[in-house]
T-cell receptor, first 115, second 116 residues
Framework: AQSVTQPDIHITVSEGASLELRCNYS??????LFWYVQSPGQGLQLLLK??????LVQGIKGFEAEFKRSQSSFNLRKPSVHWSDAAEYFC?????????????FGTGTQLKVEL | GAVVSQHPSRVICKSGTSVKIECRSL??????MFWYRQFPKKSLMLMAT?????????EQGVEKDKFLINHASLTLSTLTVTSAHPEDSSFYIC????????????FGEGSRLTVL
């Protein structure tokens, strides 16, 4: 069975500082990997996804993530955080054979940005 | 871009009543939609896969008689929580496969159900 671990429940960073949110996955085959962001009371917005190819993927809002198969990780990074980035971030893994759309989510990381 | 909308965004009901939540794809046709339940401080749990014109496929442990899913058209899926109890209180989110063949999901805003 596939699973996702986001070890950090809460992270606080200062505006302008760099950010890295950790994600580790467990999946027996080639995974599809996603990062979503959720603002309070709203649905999820896709930040970026990895299906294949270049292991460093660029997303919206200046985010990027790197797929490291040897470490089973897909960490999300941003070089300079903005106050508007404060939200809940979810990493998810999907089965490649199913088009990646049956997703298993991590428990989320709540990002707080200090001004 | 593809937009998915849920209604209502918040609903409060009495124990024993039924509540219907709608999930609509506003600018595209969605043959497949997914329903999730999100607990506080927990991840989204996939409840079921809803396919237009056929029965929903429920995940293990989800009571199909409790959570009725109907996908009668290409733009609408509904989740009905029957005989709701306080333990059914949760945030319910739907998603739909987007119009392009990229496997990307588009999520609704979520519906907060509170059962008194």
């Amino acid at each position: 069975a596939q699973s996702v671990t986001q070890p950090d429940i809460h992270i606080t960073v200062s505006e302008g500082a760099s950010l890295e949110l950790r994600c580790n996955y467990s999946y027996g085959a080639t995974p599809y990997l996603f990062w979503y962001v959720q603002s309070p009371g709203q649905g999820l917005q896709l930040l970026l996804k990895y299906f294949s190819g270049d292991t460093l993927v660029q997303g919206i809002k200046g985010f990027e993530a790197e797929f490291k198969r040897s470490q089973s990780s897909f960490n999300l990074r941003k070089p300079s955080v903005h106050w508007s980035d404060a939200a809940e971030y979810f990493c998810a893994v999907g089965a490649a054979t199913g088009g990646g759309n049956k997703l298993t989510f991590g428990t989320g990381t709540q990002l707080k940005v200090e001004l | 871009g593809a937009v998915v909308s849920q209604h209502p965004s918040r609903v409060i009901c009495k124990s024993g009543t039924s509540v219907k939540i709608e999930c609509r794809s506003l600018d595209f046709q969605a043959t497949t939609m997914f329903w999730y339940r999100q607990f506080p401080k927990k991840s989204l749990m996939l409840m079921a896969t809803s396919n237009e014109g056929s029965k929903a496929t429920y995940e293990q442990g989800v009571e199909k008689d409790k959570f009725l899913i109907n996908h009668a058209s290409l733009t609408l899926s509904t989740l009905t929580v029957t005989s709701a109890h306080p333990e059914d209180s949760s945030f319910y989110i739907c998603s739909a496969l987007g119009p392009t063949n990229t496997g990307e999901l588009f999520f609704g805003e979520g519906s907060r159900l509170t059962v008194l």
